[in-house]
T-cell receptor
Framework: SQQGEEDPQALSIQEGENATMNCSYKTSINNLQWYRQNSGRGLVHLILIRSNEREKHSGRLRVTLDTSKKSSSLLITASRAADTASYFCATDVDSSYKLIFGSGTRLLVRP | DAMVIQNPRYQVTQFGKPVTLSCSQTLNHNVMYWYQQKSSQAPKLLFHYYDKDFNNEADTPDNFQSRRPNTSFCFLDIRSPGLGDAAMYLC?????????????FGPGTRLLVL
């Protein structure tokens, strides 16, 4: 079964704008990860946030986690055409190393 | 560069004709996973190996099998592909089976069933 729901399903922005994607999940977690998938390719890990962390940064990426609301957001600042991809959140399953992925947000950055 | 390799990138098979997808890794990771991803959907875990130990997901159809002859290689066998098995198949690895741990994905094999 699917753990995470992502919102919006699709997002189209102009280059230079910020993109925000949201992920909600159902059960308690130890960590949440974000992955990027370029069209027709595998997934690439972007960032991991632990359940005791509220915010994390990596370059142009900012991730927040609100465990009370069971939600996370991924912010990409100053977007570039190369950021065009699908973005998935993933949470651990039953405190194991397995991951369950959300439904994904398809981001289009227009030049 | 250390990486996860999947072959072939595209595979066409006929309805009911067995097919094998392969994955190899140079990362020397203990855990290897197989995911199925249908169009515009989330990757869905089929099964994984922790070292030689096979772990099947409860809802993975019996039609899907896997082999891991050594640390570097893992195979996905589809015994009798149906039209509904057309999808992208992703192989991934993680280092030791700890939590938390990131996963490293191959480029995927897109399977078409005619």
């Amino acid at each position: 079964s699917q753990q995470g729901e992502e919102d919006p399903q699709a997002l189209s922005i102009q280059e230079g704008e910020n993109a925000t994607m949201n992920c909600s999940y159902k059960t308690s977690i130890n960590n949440l990860q974000w992955y990027r998938q370029n069209s027709g390719r595998g997934l690439v890990h972007l960032i991991l946030i632990r359940s005791n962390e509220r915010e994390k940064h990596s370059g142009r990426l900012r991730v927040t986690l609100d465990t009370s609301k069971k939600s996370s957001s991924l912010l990409i600042t100053a977007s570039r055409a190369a950021d065009t991809a699908s973005y998935f959140c993933a949470t651990d399953v039953d405190s194991s190393y397995k991951l369950i992925f959300g439904s994904g947000t398809r981001l289009l950055v227009r030049p | 560069d250390a990486m996860v390799i999947q072959n072939p990138r595209y595979q066409v098979t006929q309805f009911g004709k067995p097919v094998t997808l392969s994955c190899s890794q140079t990362l020397n990771h203990n855990v290897m996973y197989w995911y199925q991803q249908k169009s515009s959907q989330a990757p869905k875990l089929l099964f994984h190996y922790y070292d030689k130990d096979f772990n099947n997901e409860a809802d993975t159809p019996d039609n899907f099998q896997s082999r891991r002859p050594n640390t570097s290689f893992c195979f996905l066998d589809i015994r009798s592909p149906g039209l509904g098995d057309a999808a992208m198949y992703l192989c991934a690895t993680s280092r030791q089976g700890f939590n938390p741990e990131t996963q490293y994905f191959g480029p995927g094999t897109r399977l078409l069933v005619l």
